[in-house]
């Protein structure tokens, strides 16, 4: 009897819990028993998956862009202004010459053929770990084996992978990632020479790659280029 | 690294109409939605992006619902987003499906949110009209016998008290603000409520 009354208290109690129609203190106490009971917390979520279909009444609305935007300026935040400075001054065109290496969209490759040793390997990660690339240039064959092992573009976006060469401010495009998490790169040999202690990103940029030769999106992840 | 910078939040959001055209042109699932929240847990931004573009919409109109104010709303959004971008590696041992689980998040913000404000001062600007906000075909439901079966024991009280319970639920109104609705002591209103909910439990689980 004192069971089934007890169990019924409960049962409204979670619903008013759950309605938030408790007073600080009920609440609070109700909380507190939450942690050791996992009977009332099945009984929470019982109601919670119950009432939550009346929000099918509930039209949606579509939220002003700065929401968004504002979202990720909290989660990701833009660090300091100094930071800009190399790849946004140099955007307006030195690197031309190096377009052409860029505009061309990389075709997938199976991995499983290519087991020559790498010369060089780097790590291109992103500091919360939300995008990770692996890559590992075969010097024999002039070619770049790209994995990507987490992450991926934005919705209606590219990812486009550069060197930022030793001693060169200028970043070189090694062009845009396909969808496919492995491909392996031709590197032209202008640029493979450049590898060693150099510097891999990837960017954030329009379909097709950027439209300047130099990153124009948010720079995602970056990894050392390291010997082997 | 020290060039590790994002100096250029314009070109991502110029994309943003695009994919929400496009994420409008797809039904989203259940199972969409699910997949985009273990992805957010990894950390992977494209998910969120993408949940964000998905549900959005109807978050903010539950928030919109509750607090009645857009600056509000937008704060209580903006915050419920957060929580799942740090929270997303919950969700699989939480046992609620997906869009239980990003409603109860949105509503309980907002209600956190409304009794802040009853409890300081009354804020009244900007107040949003919801009588214009009428259900549309693409919103996101939750499966429909679910909800026709919720309604079906909501229409089994009396219509005052059923009427209560949504009040709660959809408005966040309080026992106070439910009494003077019905004008009836608070402890006959509680009582009421509490009766409501224990038959509609019955017919729930029955």
Same mark, same amino acid.
């Given at each position: ?68 935007? $504002? ?6 935040? &833009? ?6 400075? *190399?790849?946004?001054? =140099? %955007?307006? !065109? ?80 090694? $062009? ?6 492995? &491909? ?6 202008? *640029?493979?020479?450049? =590898? %060693?202690? !150099? ?30 | ?206």
């Amino acid at each position: 009897m004192s069971t089934r009354e007890d169990h019924s208290d409960d049962a409204a109690l979670a619903g008013e819990y759950v309605l938030h129609l408790l007073e600080d203190a009920e609440r609070a106490a109700f909380e507190k028993r939450l942690a050791d009971e996992p009977g009332l917390r099945d009984l929470v979520r019982e109601w919670e998956a119950q009432f939550a279909v009346l929000s099918d009444a509930v039209a949606p609305v579509p939220p002003p862009p700065r929401v968004k935007a $504002g979202l990720e300026k909290t989660l990701f935040p &833009v660090t300091g202004a100094g930071r800009t400075s *190399i790849w946004g001054i =140099l %955007a307006g !065109g030195i690197v031309a010459a190096f377009v052409a290496v860029g505009a061309v969209l990389l075709a997938p490759l199976p991995m499983d053929s290519l087991r020559t040793s790498p010369t060089f390997t780097a790590n291109v990660a992103a500091q919360d770990g939300s995008l990770v690339v692996a890559a590992s240039f075969i010097a024999d064959t002039n070619t770049l084996e790209v994995t990507r092992q987490a992450g991926g573009a934005f919705p209606g976006r590219v990812l486009e992978l550069w060197l930022i060469a030793e001693g060169v401010d200028a970043p070189l495009s090694l $062009g845009v990632l396909p969808e496919e998490r492995a &491909v392996r790169i031709d590197v032209p040999p202008a *640029i493979a020479r450049q =590898l %060693a202690n !150099g510097v891999l990103a990837i960017s954030d940029e329009p379909p097709g790659g950027s439209p300047t030769g130099a990153p124009t999106g948010a720079v995602l992840a970056t990894g050392p280029v390291s010997d082997v | 690294m020290a060039f590790l910078c994002y100096w250029s939040f314009g070109h991502r959001y110029r994309n943003t109409q695009r994919s929400e055209m496009r994420t409008g042109n797809r039904v989203i699932g259940r199972s969409d939605i699910e997949d985009m929240i273990l992805r957010v847990a990894l950390g992977d931004r494209a998910a969120f992006s993408a949940l964000y573009d998905a549900t959005s919409a109807k978050l903010f109109g539950v928030c919109l619902r509750v607090l009645s104010n857009r600056a509000e709303a937008e704060d209580t959004l903006q915050d419920v987003f957060v929580k799942i971008w740090h929270k997303a590696d919950l969700y699989s041992v939480n046992g609620y499906s997906p869009m239980t689980w990003l409603i109860t998040l949105a509503r309980n913000a907002a209600i956190d949110k409304l009794r802040m404000r009853k409890k300081g001062h009354v804020d009244i600007d900007e107040v949003y009209d919801l009588a214009t906000g009428a259900p549309t075909p693409e919103a996101e439901a939750i499966a429909s016998s679910e909800t026709s079966r919720l309604n079906g024991c909501l229409a089994e009280l009396d219509a005052d008290r059923s009427d209560a319970v949504r009040r709660a639920y959809l408005d966040g109104d309080s026992y106070k603000d439910l009494a003077a609705r019905y004008d009836v002591p608070l402890n006959t209103m509680r009582t009421w409520l509490r009766r409501s909910l224990l038959k509609l439990r019955e017919c729930l689980t029955g």
